[in-house]
């Protein structure tokens, strides 16, 4: 399987904009690495200054003068369905190209690429029933109606990730798609494949010209593109460090944004979950495509009486952990994505002990895995929450166990820290889970586990994000809201 994602590729020498694939000016190549092997499977072509400008033009034409944003929500929805359509015929392409660049293990791929291309139809239903206009009454001297109308926003610049391609696109195209705006997809250059196979079922779907574009883009011009004043806003997907620079841009010139950024969650491990089940309920958690998933249990909370009894359970679980090639189908964890990644994460094995933790598993390279960019998943004992590896989003498979006294003091301890993405607890009791729930600063919580549904808001509190992506709240961000005052209802909406 391995390689075939290339393969499926069309145009890996081209870029889609304005409805047509075209030739780059510049040199520019993002080569396409495996993980697992540290070999070069592939390469496409990168953007440069020229394409970004051609890019927004064409989004900005087709939006300002184009059909897209003046068609019915069914019409847009029926493109919608159609580009479902084209990339579920590319499933099998779009599960490989993720194990190929990422390392996602087979079992975790399969059935993605075709799974999350449902996205689209899940927003071509909601789009053909929002209320974009809605009628009210009005208590003006001059008007006895008041029409709320949701517009689109304009252009949209789409920022996805490297660790989950294909969905941080499509949970942004999808509703940005169904108000109206237009789009430039900006994959990263790590991992492009995905937005490549997206263009050429675009194209397939007959969309109209620049709808949707295509812009793999190096650093300057990935800045060019947040700072374009054709751009009317900015939906990324990232760390917090690029987010809070995405912000400042974009507040300077008071475009739109929505991010999903970093995370640093917290599972509070209740007095009624046993030592011997909370290990292999954890582990999962934390091992999840190599770490690399930001709502991973990356700190875990436990009753101080029996704190090492949860930590030779977790660490049992994580220890038996199968490491490995992600075609075969035993592997339940594979490497992490690149050279420069590993080599952060592996900086906090010193980092951790210096400060006086103890690794109670993990905590190295495989020693049977001489290639691939593969660590041992990790588990620090002795920790508090004040140490580097439980503030700091490390994003491999190494969390922090930390106890506490009281239910009080674990809220607390999950509280206390820059982000508020995402976490968990872990009872019998779901009225407590409940109550726990409700006291954290997180935007997204689940009892006994990691749930995880698109079509239900997603996004973070404090450095975590700013918005919400998936559920309907994830159409409003993607709309301005006008306000039409007038002596009767239209003929339209009466």
Same mark, same amino acid.
């Given at each position: 399987?391995?390689?075939? +994602?290339?393969?499926?590729?069309?145009?890996?020498?081209?870029?889609?904009?304005?409805?047509?694939? #075209?030739?780059?000016?510049?040199?520019?190549?993002?080569?396409?690495?495996?993980?697992?092997?540290?070999?070069?499977?592939?390469?496409?072509?990168?953007?440069?200054?020229? /394409?970004?400008?051609?890019?927004?033009?064409?989004?900005?034409?087709?939006?300002?003068?184009?059909?897209?944003?003046?068609?019915?929500?069914?019409?847009?929805?029926?493109?919608?369905?159609?580009?479902?359509?084209?990339?579920?015929?590319?499933?099998?392409?779009? *599960?490989?190209?993720?194990?190929?660049?990422?390392?996602?293990?087979?079992?975790?791929?399969?059935?993605?690429?075709?799974?999350?291309?449902?996205?689209?139809?899940?927003?071509?239903?909601?789009?053909?029933?929002?209320?974009?206009? *809605?009628?009210?009454?009005?208590?003006?001297?001059?008007?006895?109606?008041?029409?709320?109308?949701?517009?689109?926003?304009?252009?949209?610049?789409?920022?996805?990730?490297?660790?989950?391609?294909?969905?941080?696109?499509?949970?942004?195209?999808?509703?940005?798609?169904?108000?109206?705006?237009?789009?430039?997809?900006?994959?990263?250059?790590?991992?492009?494949?995905?937005?490549?196979?997206?263009?050429?079922?675009?194209?397939? +779907?007959?969309?109209?010209?620049?709808? #949707?574009?295509?812009?793999?883009?190096?650093?300057?011009?990935?800045?060019?593109?947040?700072?374009?004043?054709?751009?009317?806003?900015?939906?990324?997907?990232?760390?917090?460090?690029?987010?809070?620079?995405?912000?400042?841009?974009?507040?300077?010139?008071?475009?739109?944004?929505?991010?999903?950024?970093?995370?640093?969650?917290?599972?509070?491990?209740?007095?009624?979950?046993?030592? /011997?089940?909370?290990?292999?309920?954890?582990?999962?958690?934390?091992?999840?495509?190599?770490?690399?998933?930001? #709502?991973?249990?990356?700190?875990?909370?436990?009753?101080?009486?029996?704190?090492?009894?949860?930590?030779?359970?977790?660490?049992?679980?994580?220890?038996?952990?199968?490491?490995?090639?992600?075609?075969?189908?035993?592997?339940?964890?594979?490497?992490?994505?690149?050279?420069?990644?590993?080599?952060?994460?592996?900086?906090?094995? *010193?980092?951790?002990?210096?400060?006086?933790?103890?690794?109670?598993?993990?905590?190295?390279?495989?020693?049977?895995?001489?290639?691939?960019?593969?660590?041992?998943?990790?588990?620090?004992?002795?920790?508090?929450?004040?140490?580097?590896?439980?503030?700091?989003?490390?994003?491999?498979?190494?969390?922090?166990?930390?106890?506490?006294?009281?239910? /009080?003091?674990?809220?607390?301890?999950?509280?206390?820290?820059?982000?508020?993405?995402?976490?968990?607890?872990?009872?019998?009791?779901?009225?407590?889970?409940?109550?726990?729930?409700?006291?954290?600063?997180?935007?997204?919580?689940?009892?006994?586990?990691?749930?995880?549904?698109?079509?239900?808001?997603?996004?973070?509190?404090?450095?975590?994000?700013?918005?919400?992506?998936?559920?309907?709240?994830?159409?409003?961000?993607?709309?301005?809201?006008?306000?039409?005052?007038?002596?009767?209802?239209?003929?339209?909406? +009466?």
């Amino acid at each position: 399987m391995i390689g075939q +994602a290339q393969a499926q590729v069309a145009h890996p020498d081209k870029l889609f904009i304005g409805g047509r694939w #075209i030739p780059v000016e510049g040199s520019g190549r993002f080569t396409v690495t495996n993980p697992a092997t540290e070999e070069a499977f592939g390469e496409v072509v990168a953007a440069g200054v020229p /394409e970004v400008e051609r890019a927004v033009a064409a989004a900005r034409k087709a939006f300002d003068e184009g059909p897209w944003p003046r068609m019915s929500a069914a019409e847009r929805a029926t493109y919608m369905r159609a580009l479902s359509e084209a990339l579920q015929r590319r499933g099998a392409a779009l *599960d490989s190209a993720w194990i190929s660049q990422v390392g996602v293990p087979i079992w975790m791929a399969q059935g993605s690429g075709a799974g999350t291309a449902g996205l689209l139809d899940y927003y071509a239903g909601l789009a053909e029933a929002y209320p974009f206009e *809605d009628v009210r009454p009005s208590n003006g001297m001059m008007s006895k109606v008041a029409v709320v109308v949701r517009e689109p926003v304009g252009v949209v610049a789409a920022i996805a990730p490297w660790n989950g391609p294909l969905a941080s696109l499509l949970i942004k195209l999808a509703p940005a798609l169904a108000t109206g705006c237009t789009v430039i997809l900006k994959p990263a250059p790590e991992t492009p494949l995905e937005a490549f196979m997206l263009a050429e079922a675009a194209e397939e +779907a007959g969309f109209p010209e620049g709808v #949707i574009n295509l812009l793999p883009a190096d650093r300057e011009a990935s800045d060019l593109l947040v700072r374009h004043p054709g751009v009317d806003k900015v939906a990324f997907t990232g760390s917090t460090e690029v987010g809070l620079h995405i912000a400042q841009v974009c507040a300077g010139r008071m475009a739109r944004f929505t991010m999903e950024l970093g995370g640093k969650s917290a599972a509070i491990v209740l007095d009624d979950f046993e030592p /011997e089940a909370m290990g292999p309920a954890l582990a999962p958690m934390i091992t999840l495509l190599c770490g690399q998933v930001c #709502i991973n249990f990356s700190r875990v909370l436990v009753p101080r009486a029996r704190k090492d009894a949860y930590v030779e359970s977790l660490a049992a679980a994580m220890a038996a952990t199968s490491i490995g090639d992600p075609l075969d189908a035993n592997t339940m964890m594979g490497p992490l994505a690149m050279a420069r990644h590993h080599a952060k994460v592996s900086s906090y094995f *010193d980092k951790g002990v210096a400060e006086g933790a103890r690794i109670a598993t993990g905590g190295r390279r495989p020693p049977s895995l001489n290639s691939g960019y593969y660590v041992e998943p990790t588990v620090f004992a002795d920790a508090t929450n004040d140490m580097a590896i439980a503030q700091e989003e490390i994003f491999g498979p190494v969390t922090a166990v930390i106890p506490y006294d009281s239910v /009080e003091e674990a809220i607390a301890i999950a509280n206390d820290s820059p982000f508020g993405l995402s976490g968990g607890v872990y009872t019998h009791d779901t009225d407590r889970a409940y109550g726990v729930a409700r006291r954290i600063r997180t935007g997204h919580f689940t009892q006994n586990g990691r749930d995880f549904d698109l079509t239900n808001p997603f996004g973070g509190f404090k450095k975590s994000g700013v918005g919400r992506e998936g559920g309907p709240e994830g159409i409003e961000p993607f709309t301005e809201v006008k306000t039409v005052f007038l002596p009767q209802a239209p003929g339209a909406l +009466a």
